[in-house]
């Protein structure tokens, strides 16, 4: 075992009382260029043994930039002052061979892109090995080996010993997020900070990670800081919850204090924002479809297909839908599902393998050239990424223009008067027309890609996943631009996303799709509440609600439908 | 793998075959055709026709080039009548020679390129960071030519430890026999490489240290210095080797100098002569067998580095 | 101008090599094309009764050549031929590759593959070579070196732009603008060849050093500007003939000048690259 080498209750049985991490009036500031940014100003957590405490915020608000701290990580520009106790040592004044010694073995670290955090050069055993051969330098090989496998096998990883030779890059994402845990609590630390790790993960992965976290905390009394945006997670792992924004605590409170009687303003409107999981209390407005007149999407056995000739693979396989005019039609899936290939493909992005796309009554595969193009005007799309989404180079009045210069559409005067036009639209006002992407925040990026999309006035939007990177405030508020411009001008509207509660709120029509194929397709009061297909029900389970007594039960739900 | 392997080396057969259509084009572009070319300004009009017929140059291009793929396929690199000796004779010759003094300056090189690639980005934007990145970089931008007089007039001329001139022996064992005289030439070939390597293995260092999994490993409590001498270098020299396939032309071209200047009896002296003189035969040929070389090079450089990346080897499996 | 171009002017500013190289640029610059206009010395015909002459003797600074020039004036004359190839054909060889690479990476697939085979073949027949054999067949003159030296040099841009193409075509904006029914000369000239101007811009400056090194090799191998006409690299190899009789000053001048502007365009690359925050790209 290798918590052997460690004396439990030894020197620090005095100790016992004293948290497992005390901040303290803590500040990190940033130096660059005569410009100072103040980062963390004063924050006061005591992280008591056993714990799992959920540090949580939008981005910006400080929370990864303290745990940092606390791990002595931060980069040389960073100031900080306050102090860092571990039990009885300051982390905060102690010299870097000390924080060495701590860091791995009475500190364990989970971040949050499982790809990226591992060395994608050496095997996963040899880099669980080393944390243990750093930490415990006295082991033989044989007993480090051994140490690997049975963390491995703590961290819910099967055949450890087929893992031993892997790379990092021959696991799937869940597996890698327990490698990651693996080497975070190989020396069984007191203390195991989690920044974002589940965030990366699809539902169900996150799910069993944020059980195998309670599973390691019942099991060897760690305590755990949990690092989210996710009330949802919070909502399912803490015991108790620090809410940070800009830099401050603006409140403290154990999970069910916080979630029934949130005290700060800002708290309140944080779980306001937080998009939920509920039936329709109205339907959504009914579907105009006229008699005779065709959808303005009918996608029939579409398949589409990827990779060189030979070894060609499916991405999507037999997916048919309808949207008709004004109707919103969710499109959910997992990553790897195929979601976002219908989406590209409706717009013509990609050529069906088999099946048929029509748009507004043309099967795109029969139009010519100029036909194709004259119906793609009428076609819109918006993107994930708001980093991605508008050109870097260009104004915003260049490219939300650009539609208009692609198709020929107005001349200069008009196409300006349109651009302001559509500024106003997404509530951006015209006076952002001159701006550059990286002038703006991700929410006006995006509103700013959703403004772009209307600028033709389009018949039908794909948006895939238009909103998911944003921070829940402001997917709030883009959301509901999106909802009144959709109401307002009726088109219909493909909307991909991972998030249940998001299409939930939007979608008079769900459909659930799983490694291409569609797997359940209904309205969302009964898709969502009332799923026919088992891995719907796996999926609806997985999600945690921002509510700690309802997710405790339905915590209860899920394993005892997973135990046979 | 093997997928891998075929495809990559069905790409460098095209390589190939497209550089036998540029040698070939290369004799047809010359002044007065392949035949004025071969035999020389002076040749006659009745010496050329006769020429032409004998080697085919009279047939359509097509069938001239096929002929040309043919006589390649059995070794026939022509024949140059200014040394009156078989092309291929003579590379059979020189090749080895300059292999092993390419092979050996480029070892010099990256022997102190790598750690001092590796030192200076531990030591950035310091003292010694700033003061070696310079020198670095003014023997990058020192003609190979002028570094070797230099060396000569401060090696062998004022304090005359060394030779100025390569031995010249006829095989490889005379050639290092007289070790004293490939130190120069091996040292010039080498500073070039060197700098470029050495300023490619820093940035690589540098690069890296921003990636996630160096703050993992910091986290795990790893020292810096191993964080950089394990987990970066690591990552740093999977795509060095690569680099290094790509950098087999720019060694190749300063064979030439460094040969020339020293006086290396190798491939790069012999083309400066036949350059020298117009030789077209074993110009060409010089070309055909150093771009064939390029690209198996780098076809085994690209090998090498699926071998030892595993991300590259498991993509491919 | 964009505010994204002023914070690279204002990072390359903050780079003090960088500047300094720009400095060195500039001044040789000066020296080489406005030089002549106050230095008037004849650099056509020769002056054997004043061949060799050491510095300072009969009113030469930097003495003369073997057949009499004022090595001053030459140091002009043979500057501009070389500034003038370096930054002709570095700028040639950027444009070509730019170009090319930008539609390999951008249309993929066959195009792509032949495309890449093409550059493959040019990189693997050595420069030095080929400039060699082109030089058996045609006479040099400046505006043969440029277009010479450029169509050898256009490989390496080609290969760096390729595979900043190769991403950018994945970026969302692209995606975007295709599904808008935008096409290539679009999707090529708007968003990705304005989106790599930073790889371009950083390997221009690179490839810049790197044709002015290589116009002193054809030199020095005979194949550079004819008599009387001459270059850096020109009257180096033509001043190593004489390093036993000690005519030092007809070596140190063109060879401090190589390495002087060599290593300027170098810096100014390196602080383009750190301006653009860029990663490295093979270089």
Redesign the interface.
Known sequence: MTGGAREVGGPRAGSERLPVLDIAGLSVDFVGRGQVTHAVRSVSIAVERGEILALVGESGSGKSVTAMAAMRLLPPTARVSGSIRLGEVDLAASGAPDIRSIRGSRIGMVFQDPMRALNPVFTVGWQVAETIRLHQPGLSRAERTAGVLDVLERAGIPEPRRRLEQYPHELSGGLRQRVMIAMAVANEPELVIADEATTALDVTVQAEILELFRELRERTGMALVVITHNMGVVADVADRVVVMRAGEVVEQAPVEALFAQPEHAYTRELLSAVPRLSRPRATPAEPVRAEGRPAVLEIRDLAVEFGPRGRRFRAVDGVSLQIAAGQVVGLVGESGSGKSTVGRAAVGLYPPAAGSISVLGHDLARLSRRELQRLRRSCALVLQDPASSLDPRMTLRQSIAEPMAINGVGRRSSRERRVAEVLDMVRLGAGFAGRYPHELSGGQLQRASIARALVLEPRLLVADEPTSALDVSVQASVLEVFLDLQREIGFACLFITHDLAVVSMLASEVIIMSQGRVVETGAPGSVLFEPREEYTRRLVGAAPVPDPVEQRRRRRERIASLRP | MGRFVVHRAA?AA??VV??TV?TFL?LH???GGPARGILGLKATRIQIEQFDKANGFDESLPQQYWSYLVRLLHGNLGTSYKLNQSVSSLLVERVPKTLLLTAMSTAVALFVAVPLGVWQALHRHRVGD?VTSSLA??G???????LA?VLV?VFAEKWPLLPPEAPQGTSISSLLAHFSGLVLPIVTGAVTTLA?FS??VR??VL?NLA???V?????????ERRVVWI?VL??SL?SLVA?LG?YL??L??GA??VESIYNYPGVGLL??NA??Q?D?PV??G??LV???A??VG?LAADLAQAAI???VR??LR | MSTATDSVYRRFLRHRLGVAGLAVIVLLFAFCFLGPVFYHTNQVETNILAANLAPGVQGHPLGTTDVGFDELGRLMVGGRSSLEIGLAAGLLATGIGTIWGAVAGYAGGWLDAVMMRIVDTGIAIPALFLLLVAGTIVRPTVGVLIVVIGVVSWLVPARLVRAESLTLANREYVLTMKALGGGSTRAIGRHIVPNAIGTVVVNATFQVADAILLVAYVSFLGLGVPFPGTDWGGMLSNGISYTYDGYWWMIVPPGVAIILVVFAFNVIGDALRDAFELRLEGR
Do not use: C, M
């Not at chain 2, 990058?140 to 002028?146: D, L, Q, R, S, V």
């Not at chain 2, 703050?215 to 020292?223: E, H, P, Q, Y």
């Open positions: 790409q095209v390589v497209l550089v540029v290369l572009a010359l002044p700033h970089l003014i990058y931008a020192t003609p190979t030519f002028f007089l007039i470029a300023r490619y940035s690589s690069d990636e996630d999994y703050r993992t490993a910091r986290a795990k409590g790893v020292s987990h690591r990552n999977t680099l790509y032309p720019v190749f071209g030439v100098v083309f400066w350059a020298q117009s077209y110009l060409l010089v070309v150093i771009s064939v390029t690209v780098s990346d595993p991300r498991g993509a």
